[in-house]
């Protein structure tokens, strides 16, 4: 059974955590979730990721807020200069797996150790940095994962919803605060795996990562952090980067993936960050929070 592990009472601390974070995978990802038939080359080429990458570590600089990344193996090989210099600039880079296929993260164990220890392998020689944190693609993951992760090192998961998005992900039964979900299995104490789950409001659950943003607006994400704040969770956001890009319209693509990408996201994100300061916030990457957590 899972142990909760984050109990710090808003009463007792002033201090609020908001862990910002960067869901890197490419338009072709995007594209095959919904089995649209394309050309990966050329749907990649369409939409610049790197550019979105640049957008948000310039917005994430204007308020000197370090984030964590989470890049697939293929994106860590196609724009390798672009994440190094969000590496160089104190952002975490995490694992997002190989390709961010919606499966690949729920096979047997052999095959998620394989999928891991590559893409593991591929962030290393490209990127230069060794990810001790890990996102599944399409935040879909199950307890071999968690062993999987466990077993080879990594510090932390972030890839539980506490709630169910029919066809797309969620788990009803997961903690809202982080907690270890292997109560039993290899590492003690300290180096026991943490899962982050990613938030969601507590009084409606549904998520308010920046897709859900867009889509319901910003007032739903202030109220859905205010929340969270209160009831003394931290918070766990997530932004893609082409959600600050403009999108060419796919046939099969479903309209709320275009509603408001491009510049309303960056607006919405700017104030959204000045509002959680105002809230006393302390901004923290993954990795960060997780080694607090360790140290409590």
């Known amino acids: 059974m899972s142990q909760f592990l984050y109990n710090i009472n808003v009463k007792e601390s002033k201090l609020r955590y908001f862990i910002m974070t960067v869901d890197v995978d490419g338009w072709s990802s995007l594209l095959n979730f919904y089995s649209v038939p394309h050309d990966q080359s050329m749907a990649d080429t369409a939409v610049n990721i790197e550019e979105g990458i640049n957008k948000l570590k310039q917005l994430f600089d204007k308020h000197a807020v370090k984030a964590t990344f989470f890049v697939t193996a293929e994106m860590a090989q196609k724009h390798s200069e672009a994440i190094k210099e969000v590496y160089s600039k104190g952002h975490e880079v995490a694992c997002h797996g190989l390709s961010h296929k919606k499966d690949e993260f729920l096979g047997t164990k052999q095959e998620q150790e394989r999928n891991l220890k590559k893409a593991t392998k591929i962030i290393q020689k490209n990127i230069g940095c060794d990810p001790k944190g890990f996102r599944a693609p399409c935040l879909r993951a199950n307890e071999i994962t968690f062993k999987v992760l466990s077993e080879h090192g990594y510090l932390y998961d972030s890839s539980m919803v506490p709630t169910l998005v029919p066809g797309y992900y969620g788990n009803l039964f997961a903690p809202r605060k982080p907690y270890h979900p292997l109560s039993d299995f290899p590492g003690k104490g300290s180096r026991r795996l943490i899962e982050l789950p990613v938030s969601v409001n507590p009084v409606i659950p549904l998520p308010f990562s920046a897709a859900w943003m867009r889509n319901l607006g910003l007032s739903w994400v202030k109220f859905s952090v205010k929340m969270n704040f209160i009831l003394g969770n931290p918070v766990v956001f997530y932004v893609h980067p082409r959600d600050v890009l403009h999108l060419p ?25 000045h509002y959680s300061k105002l809230l006393k916030v302390k901004f923290m990457r993954a990795l960060d929070f997780v080694e607090y957590l360790q140290s409590l």
Do not use: Q, S
């Not at 319209?249 to 960050?273: A, C, F, Q, S, T």
């Open 249 to 273: 319209r796919v046939k099969g693509v479903p309209w709320h993936v275009y509603h408001n990408v491009g510049h309303p996201v960056l607006r919405m994100l700017d104030e959204l960050i």
